[in-house]
């Protein structure tokens, strides 16, 4: 399948084609080389990411870890074909020695939150859930507006268990001890 950015037609991008593209290029992801356009977020999406986001980095100040949101750029796959770049909602980093002059992260990430919406369902939980689970991220949560619900998928032997949470619950991050995301305060009304 041929794609298309600017006057460039190719079978296959790279981070090397998307970096070309420059700041005031359209927001995509490249997922083994083939462009996916991303609209802007809704309210919500971003009002959900950032009540996730700033949990998250309340819990870590003074620790090793770093919580980030998007639009941070993740090359997963940077040490070989270098054509998936993708960027989650929210990421955690534990290991600083992947963010790359402030950038990109290297590799996978520790944790990962896609919140989901009608137009990117299938793309965070079929087609990025795959390239996260090869990638290695140890932790990845599809968290769902409408239903008010987190999926949480922990890496476990190679494999994703997924231990589902409702709006009323404390969610664990494992890999993250002793952190819990209040998902009443996430999803509370506006």
């Known amino acids: ?39 802007a977020p809704t309210m919500y999406h971003q009002l959900f990411a950032g009540r996730f986001h700033t949990q998250l980095a309340n819990f870590l100040k003074g620790k090793k870890c770093l919580a980030f949101f998007s639009p941070f750029d993740v090359r997963l796959n940077y040490d070989t074909n270098d054509d998936i ?17 402030g950038k990109h992260c290297l590799g996978a990430p520790d944790f990962i939150i896609e919140v989901i919406s009608p137009s990117n369902t ?13 990638a290695g991220v140890r932790e990845y949560w599809i968290a769902d507006p409408i239903e008010k619900t987190v999926a949480a998928h922990r890496l476990i032997d190679k494999q994703y ?21 209040n998902l009443t305060e996430v999803f509370e009304e506006i």
Do not use: F
Not at 2 to 28: F, L, V
Not at 161 to 181: M, Q, S
């Open 1 to 39: 399948m041929q794609t298309t950015r600017g006057n460039e037609i190719k079978e296959r991008y790279t981070y090397d084609d998307y970096a070309s593209w420059g700041e005031d290029a359209p927001r995509c992801e490249i997922i083994d080389g083939v462009i996916y356009d991303m609209s």
């Open 85 to 101: 770049v993708v960027q989650p909602d929210v990421l955690v980093i534990c290991d600083r020695s992947k963010i790359e002059n």
């Open 122 to 134: 299938k793309h965070d939980t079929k087609i990025k859930y795959q390239k996260y689970l090869e």
């Open 161 to 181: 268990n997924c231990t589902n949470y409702k709006h009323t619950d404390g969610a664990p991050v494992l890999i993250l001890e002793n952190c819990v995301i």
